[in-house]
């Protein structure tokens, strides 16, 4: 690339590494990097609304080793959050 330096991106056997310069690599960077912290963020909100479930899960896997497919829905479901799936896609 004229007047910058070149950087390659990941390396897959079946593809030719892509290369753009580091200012491209910076926004891809900085744009990565606010996404993660984003998300993060959801997910500990996510995990601190639904605490209880947590918790409860915790005490159940004591007793037991582990939480079957319809014991973990009425786990979830007879908690007063509101249900897993319900958080706004996007945000």
Known sequence: MPGGKERSSLTFPWKE???????????????????VKQQYARA???????????????ELLLEKEKIEGPELK????????????SHKKGD
Do not use: C, H, M, W
């Not at 491209?24 to 606010?34: F, H, M, R």
């Not at 639904?50 to 915790?58: E, M």
């Open 17 to 35: 590494p892509l290369k753009y310069s580091e200012a491209t690599a910076e926004l891809i960077d900085s744009g990565v990097k606010d996404i």
């Open 44 to 58: 500990l909100e996510i995990l601190q609304q639904r605490r209880d479930v947590l918790n409860k899960g915790a």
């Open 74 to 85: 009425a786990l979830i479901n007879e908690t007063s959050s509101p249900p897993f799936g």
